[in-house]
């Protein structure tokens, strides 16, 4: 009798043994937080299909006393770092943002011979090389892009492609503010609405400013180019002063403002800039709605590629965290 494609499926005799993952997690807010019930929603799934279980074994918050989701475990919580970086784990996830601990926490990490996933593009361009250093543990895919993979395609997908440029919307708060001004919010009302659904940066300046969209782009320079992150001068503006006006003059001439990023290699070396544009309706980047981000990437070989998707939220950016730490651990993947 022949063995279906199912049958074989379905069999339990050929599946590896659940590999137990320790995962020390700091930060415990909207991405944090949202990993934890990820995690805690897809443990059988997890356990059947990648042969992974993930035991949290320590969370660092700021404040342990702060009430918090269902699925964070009280005894788990430290606000100490030499505690956290002392508890034996395979991997630490840094969803905890700026850059002074995170810095501590990701070397530490590296350093006691822990993988660390991050979401933090901040500590990235400045340190992303660095870490990179101590080898293949470092991964990224939370930082660009929330739910859109675009570290893999560039890193392993487009690998040896010669990819020559990168034209992207990066920032899911400006994005949504647009967005919302577009259906009659007002500027405010919309910059307070991107700050309630966790979108915005603990520093909304940075999102408005285009801070976040350039440190975004200059990973994504270092990650198709080979361009270090860390010294690239990336122009950047960020939205007009009057956005409403500028947003209603955009919609008078047919087009719509996007706060678009570009990095381009050239013979001179690579050019990066973040400033608003008015752009055609049938630009896929005007396509970018509400939190979403629409990332092209052009190389010799591939033509243009056009990624679009959550870019920002908890949900999205725990989904990048999880991938990151399914791809890591699963038997077979590296
Ligand atoms: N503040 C960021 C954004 C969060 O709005 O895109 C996701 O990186």
Same mark, same amino acid.
């Given at each position: 009798?022949?063995?279906?494609?199912?049958?074989?499926?379905?069999?339990?005799?050929?599946?590896?043994?659940?590999?137990?993952?320790?995962?020390?997690?700091?930060? @415990?807010?909207?991405?944090?937080? =949202?990993?934890?019930?990820?995690?805690?929603?897809?443990?059988?799934?997890?356990?059947?299909?990648?042969?992974?279980?993930?035991?949290?074994?320590?969370?660092?918050?700021?404040?342990?006393?702060?009430?918090?989701?269902?699925?964070?475990?009280?005894?788990?919580?430290?606000?100490?770092?030499?505690?956290?970086?002392?508890?034996?784990?395979?991997?630490?996830?840094?969803?905890?943002?700026?850059? @002074?601990?995170?810095?501590?926490?990701?070397?530490?990490?590296?350093?006691? *011979?822990?993988?660390?996933?991050?979401?933090?593009?901040?500590?990235?361009?400045?340190?992303?090389?660095?870490?990179?250093?101590?080898?293949?543990?470092?991964?990224?895919?939370?930082?660009?892009?929330?739910?859109?993979?675009?570290?893999?395609?560039?890193?392993?997908?487009?690998?040896?492609? *010669?990819?020559?440029?990168?034209?992207?919307?990066?920032?899911?708060?400006?994005?949504?503010?647009?967005?919302?001004?577009?259906?009659?919010?007002?500027?405010?009302?919309?910059?307070?609405?991107?700050?309630?659904?966790?979108?915005?940066?603990?520093?909304?300046?940075?999102?408005?400013?285009?801070?976040?969209?350039?440190?975004?782009?200059?990973?994504?320079?270092?990650?198709?180019?080979?361009?270090?992150?860390?010294?690239?001068?990336?122009?950047?503006?960020?939205?007009?002063?009057?956005?409403? =006006?500028?947003?209603?003059?955009?919609?008078?001439? *047919?087009?719509?403002?996007?706060?678009?990023?570009?990095?381009?290699?050239?013979?001179?070396?690579?050019?990066?800039?973040?400033?608003?544009?008015?752009?055609?309706?049938?630009?896929?980047?005007?396509?970018?709605?509400?939190?979403?981000?629409?990332?092209?990437?052009?190389?010799?070989?591939?033509?243009?590629?056009?990624?679009?998707?959550?870019?920002?939220?908890?949900?999205?950016?725990?989904?990048?965290?999880?991938?990151?730490?399914?791809?890591?651990?699963?038997?077979?993947?590296?």
């Amino acid at each position: 009798m022949s063995t279906t494609l199912a049958s074989r499926a379905s069999s339990t005799a050929s599946r590896p043994p659940v590999t137990t993952v320790r995962v020390a997690l700091a930060g @415990c807010g909207t991405v944090g937080g =949202a990993l934890l019930d990820l995690l805690a929603r897809h443990a059988d799934d997890l356990t059947r299909r990648h042969a992974l279980r993930f035991h949290v074994v320590r969370i660092l918050a700021r404040d342990a006393s702060r009430p918090r989701s269902t699925a964070v475990e009280r005894a788990l919580l430290t606000t100490s770092v030499a505690e956290f970086l002392d508890t034996p784990a395979d991997v630490v996830v840094e969803a905890i943002g700026g850059s @002074c601990t995170a810095d501590v926490l990701a070397r530490g990490a590296l350093a006691h *011979g822990r993988a660390l996933v991050t979401a933090n593009k901040a500590l990235l361009r400045t340190q992303g090389p660095a870490l990179a250093a101590f080898g293949p543990r470092l991964r990224f895919e939370a930082a660009v892009g929330g739910g859109v993979p675009i570290v893999r395609l560039l890193r392993e997908g487009l690998a040896g492609q *010669g990819v020559h440029r990168v034209r992207a919307v990066l920032n899911g708060t400006t994005n949504y503010i647009l967005s919302r001004i577009e259906r009659g919010d007002p500027y405010a009302a919309a910059l307070a609405a991107a700050q309630r659904a966790g979108f915005a940066e603990a520093d909304p300046s940075r999102d408005l400013q285009g801070v976040d969209a350039a440190d975004k782009l200059a990973l994504l320079a270092w990650l198709a180019f080979g361009a270090d992150p860390s010294t690239l001068e990336v122009v950047t503006e960020g939205l007009p002063r009057d956005v409403d =006006a500028a947003v209603r003059g955009a919609a008078r001439s *047919g087009r719509r403002l996007r706060l678009v990023a570009t990095a381009e290699r050239a013979a001179r070396g690579v050019t990066a800039h973040v400033s608003p544009a008015l752009l055609h309706l049938d630009d896929p980047l005007a396509a970018a709605v509400d939190e979403e981000n629409v990332i092209q990437v052009t190389s010799a070989s591939s033509g243009t590629l056009t990624l679009r998707g959550r870019g920002a939220g908890g949900a999205a950016t725990a989904a990048a965290l999880l991938a990151d730490l399914i791809h890591l651990f699963q038997p077979g993947t590296h």
